[in-house]
């Protein structure tokens, strides 16, 4: 499916029309705005709606060569614009990026792509606030929701599941082959036979419910969403994927679904989807739609995660499963290059197998050995926790490159042959429609496993990577995991500077954006984020601080409780701030949020509640997020006190307005451990260039993240909430008072504990 590139007009018509583009999207806000019966009208939300049509109305998009042919035989680059907004809670960022961007989209006859980081947010904006807009403007749009494609069932392949297919060897004509990964396959045959029979009936029923229309083939609409493991092998993923040609493409749900997105003015998608789709045509051309990024302090994080790779050293059977499906495929379809698969196979398991005892004898002290738990106490890893070994300074040992460097090339040359394959029977599928079936079925047997020979070939290539001197390395580590009867040592590779994979991957691409949060400031400056998301130095980008309506300093109080313990001497600190938090908590009457920096911090404050309390406290750990929310909003609607341990995931996006949270109780500043591999192979970097990781990095990180954390406290303009923080540094280290200055101004009150 191709998106229509709409040209972009000649420049002096795209000159004049800038201001009037502006204009009229603006007035489409203020219309929007007046026919919002009791809708408060706030200078911030207008001001930022003001910047919005600003910047969207400077892109130019479209092709170059479009814009002004005859112009040059070199024509300037296309005009980039890229506002970055903070726009503090209670502005309402969501009404003032949408209007001017749809309003603007419907001018220019081009697409609104609205990006966020949490389903949350996803659904708020296609249930919510959509709908209300395409009530109100005065031009009709549609709009529709993206999901990613294994989010959605794959009809041939649950019907195969259904009909009792998951067990099988290897037959020429496709039937008796599985497309389980070979976990699976070995999972079933440890899974009791009393599970193994529940899942082929949970598989049935799934068949059933699709065929009768009870289900619409989205994993989110079923009832009881399935364990990642039992949605897997029925997920519609592309690598197994004949599209058009598949004999059951009429009633596939993802690509019915696709056709909405094809015909919607208006796209929303997550920040996940947007990386991992640039360039595979399922959403607008970033150089031709107006993209928006709402919850954008998530986005370097999601790209690190988007961009790092890992391939198993130890688990090779697919290999051998997968050239013997190539060889048999292969020779239906006469394609030559299958000659070399065997040789291809045999070395590259072998090389994997030689990297994988290898990486043992180098790193095998480090990866049998307790890890060192933040704060400096040993933990023994859980059970199917792994061990982790990183490799210094981005260089392998010299032993491990030899068998990476056949891995990678014998690798290539395998995939080069699916290929080959894949081509040929796409090519079969059009010739022979009435094969069309059993064709696409040995077209999914090769797609099922290709993606783990595409992932040992990408972690390779990346952990040989040679760093130019002067850049910075990528992170690059081992892992070892106890799964079962099974050792298992992967390897691992990301890069290092989210930054740099942005400009590379999407800034390149993109011609006019919005990226909006209400912490996008650190300690009161944008550079931090700038750098993160690779916008520093950007001539296009432009920044705008909109500050809450909110009157913070009357409406909420900061005590900052100072402990003796020093918050470092992690044993200590937690005994005397539970003795603090319990004697503040017994003061509570109705709502209240207290959010910990870890589980164990958490537990102990649990096991620290008398009796008289313990009915008052809501556990995150205890129960399904909604349902304990649920219990919370009621209990404080009946008049009880009603109190929420939460860690992290409640710092941010809860919306608990009013009495649902009077006290927010910060337990420890929310600094997180620098003990991931690539945030230690940045900081080893930072440190070798006389730089300081804590104060570049794990300062600023924390000031958003706490910035995060104190906006749950006051969500509307009537809203008293006092804030407790009971770690000393906030108020006693220079670089606590850099948080406080990325914080509200609420009136601050410091005691000392008892």
């Known amino acids: 499916m191709r998106w229509r590139r709409h040209p972009a007009p000649d420049m002096s018509h795209y000159c004049m029309s800038q201001q009037e583009w502006a204009a009229k999207a603006l007035q489409s806000f203020d219309a929007v705005v007046s026919a919002t019966g009791g809708f408060r009208s706030r200078a911030g939300q207008r001001r930022m709606a003001e910047q ?236 031709n739609c107006l993209l928006v990024l709402d919850e954008a302090h998530h986005l370097p994080a999601t790209a690190l995660q988007q961009f790092a790779c890992e391939a198993d050293l130890s688990r090779l059977n697919w290999i051998d499963k997968l050239a013997s499906r190539a060889l048999r495929i292969g020779a239906l379809v006469e394609v030559e290059e299958i000659a070399d698969v065997p040789a291809h196979a045999a070395r590259l398991r072998a090389a994997l197998q ?16 307790p890890r060192p738990a933040w704060g400096g106490r040993a933990r023994t890893p859980a059970p199917g926790i792994p061990t982790r070994a990183r490799v210094a300074g981005g260089v392998l040992p010299p032993e491990l490159v030899e068998p990476l460097a056949q891995a990678a090339h014998h690798a290539e040359g395998f995939l080069d042959a699916l290929r080959a394959i894949s081509k040929a029977l796409r090519a079969e599928i059009r010739d022979k429609p009435d094969e069309a079936r059993r064709l696409s079925t040995l077209y999914a047997q090769l797609g099922a496993l290709a993606p783990r020979l595409e992932a040992v070939h990408e972690t390779a290539q990346l952990l040989l990577q040679d760093t130019p001197e002067g850049a910075v390395p990528a992170a690059k580590w081992f892992t070892l995991q106890v799964d079962g009867d099974y050792i298992v040592v992967k390897a691992h590779a990301s890069p290092v500077l989210p930054g740099n994979t942005l400009r590379h991957n999407l800034w390149s691409a993109v011609r006019g954006a919005v990226l909006t949060s209400a912490t996008l400031t650190s300690c009161g400056q944008f550079d931090f984020f700038l750098r993160e998301a690779g916008l520093f130095g950007d001539a296009a980008v432009t920044t705008l601080e909109v500050p809450s309506p909110f009157d913070y300093a009357l409406q909420g109080t900061l005590i900052a409780t100072e402990t003796t313990a ?143 954390w104190v906006g749950r406290a006051i969500r509307t303009e009537e809203d008293r909430a006092h804030i407790y923080c009971y770690d000393k540094r906030l108020v006693r280290t220079s670089y606590g008072q850099r948080l406080l200055k990325g914080l509200p101004p609420f009136t601050l009150e410091r005691r000392v504990s008892a």
């Open 566 to 708: 020093d918050p470092r001497e992690a044993q200590a600190f937690t005994a005397e701030m539970v003795d603090a938090l319990l004697s503040d908590l017994a003061m509570v009457e109705s709502g209240a949020l207290v959010l910990f920096t870890s589980r164990d911090q958490m537990r102990q404050a649990v096991d620290a509640l008398p009796t008289a309390m313990r009915a008052s406290v809501l556990v995150q750990t205890a129960l399904p997020r909604p349902q304990l929310l649920a219990r919370h909003r009621e209990r404080v609607a009946n008049g009880e006190p009603s109190i929420i341990f939460g860690m992290q995931s409640f710092g941010e996006g809860l919306d608990l307005p009013g009495a649902l949270c009077e006290s927010l109780f910060i337990t420890k500043l929310p600094f997180a451990p620098p003990d991931d591999p690539v945030g230690e192979a940045r900081a080893e970097w930072l440190r070798a260039a006389g730089r300081d990781p804590f104060s570049e990095l794990v300062v600023p990180a924390t000031a958003i993240r706490l910035a995060q």
């Open 52 to 287: 919005v049509a600003h910047t969207f109305s400077q892109a130019q998009l479209g092709k170059a060569e479009d814009a002004d042919a005859d112009a040059a035989e070199s024509p300037p680059p296309p005009a980039r614009a890229i506002a970055v907004v903070q726009a503090g809670t209670g502005v309402g960022k969501s009404l003032a990026y949408s209007v001017p961007a749809i309003a603007m989209a419907l001018e220019r006859g081009t697409r609104v792509l609205i990006s966020t980081a949490t389903v949350a947010l996803q659904e708020q904006l296609v249930n919510k606030d959509l709908p209300a807009l395409a009530e109100r403007m005065e031009q009709p749009f549609r709009f529709a929701l993206a999901k990613g494609r294994g989010r959605y069932v794959c009809k041939l392949k649950l019907e195969r599941l259904a009909g009792g297919g998951a067990a099988g060897g290897d037959g020429a004509d496709g039937h008796d082959d599985d497309l389980f990964a070979d976990e699976e396959a070995e999972a079933n045959a440890r899974r009791p036979r009393q599970e193994s029979e529940a899942r082929m009936q949970f598989y049935a029923s799934m068949a059933d419910a699709l065929a009768t229309s009870e289900w619409d083939g989205d994993r989110d609409t079923l009832q009881a969403p399935p364990e990642p493991e039992v949605w897997s092998p029925v997920a519609a993923e592309s690598s197994s994927c004949t599209g058009k040609h598949c004999p059951v493409f009429s009633q596939c749900t993802y690509y019915d679904r696709r056709k909405a997105l094809v015909a919607a003015q208006v796209i929303v998608a997550n920040h996940d989807l947007l990386l991992s789709s640039i360039g595979a045509r399922l959403l607008p051309e970033l150089d």
């Open 354 to 369: 030689d990297a994988a005892r290898l990486a043992m004898e180098v790193y095998g002290d480090e990866l049998r050995a």
